[in-house]
């Protein structure tokens, strides 16, 4: 899992509320646990027209949203199935954060843990970011903050061990491996049937 710091990028908006994680990506393209390739897929039904051709009216096909690495969606974003996927997809189109008023839970779970930045925003602020699509944004994800083009500022709250697995690039299991030397040494020592032996030894010589 990459790093995020930091992230300074344009916006771009998908208005629509309640995007569930089968718009996302649909359910027949959850035939793989390969992250990479599944950006090709997302948005899949809204993005391409029946011939496969891009669909022009799209938002993420327009020539401004090209290159944008923060989504601002419409309300309830990502409710539905849970579905792992639908964050993979979004962070291989090249996404890295989703802003929104309302976000699900499941999705934004998963998506912190694979580091997709899902930020719950007021729904003044969220009111603003989508009168304004196409402003770029600064977010500092140790400082919890968006900072906007005229200066002003919104801050947004984040779980303490999200923001360190965030920062340091590591997901959980990458976390849990990182204490593997504790881990064993604990393993060694603890009460237990498989350290009998050893505890015993360790009261004899207390």
Not at 8 to 26: G, L, Q
Not at 88 to 109: K, M, T
Request: proline fraction near 6%; aromatic fraction near 8%.
């Amino acid at each position: 899992m990459k790093p995020l710091t930091h992230l300074r990028s344009r916006t771009a908006v998908i208005s629509h509320e309640n995007i569930d994680t089968d718009r996302i990506i649909p359910a027949r393209f959850l035939t793989t646990t390969e992250r990479v390739g599944l950006g090709r897929v997302a948005f899949n039904d809204w993005r391409y027209l029946p011939d496969g051709r891009p669909n022009p009216s799209f938002e993420l096909n327009r020539p401004e949203a090209r290159g944008c690495e923060i989504l601002v969606a419409g309300r309830n974003f990502g409710c539905g199935s849970s579905r792992e996927h639908a964050p993979w997809a979004l962070l291989d189109f090249g996404l890295r954060a989703v802003l929104s008023s309302e976000i699900a839970d499941i999705f934004r779970n998963n998506s912190l843990k694979n580091g997709l930045l899902a930020i719950v925003v007021s729904e003044a602020e969220h009111r603003y970011l989508l009168e304004h699509p196409g402003i770029e944004l600064a977010i500092d994800v140790a400082a919890q903050t968006i900072e906007l083009p005229d200066g002003g500022r919104f801050s947004f709250q984040l779980d303490p061990f999200v923001k360190h697995c965030l920062l340091a690039g590591v997901d959980q299991l990458g976390f849990l491996l990182s204490h593997a030397v504790d881990i064993e040494r604990y393993e060694r020592t603890a009460p237990g049937p498989a350290n009998s032996g050893a505890v015993a030894r360790h009261a004899s010589h207390a």
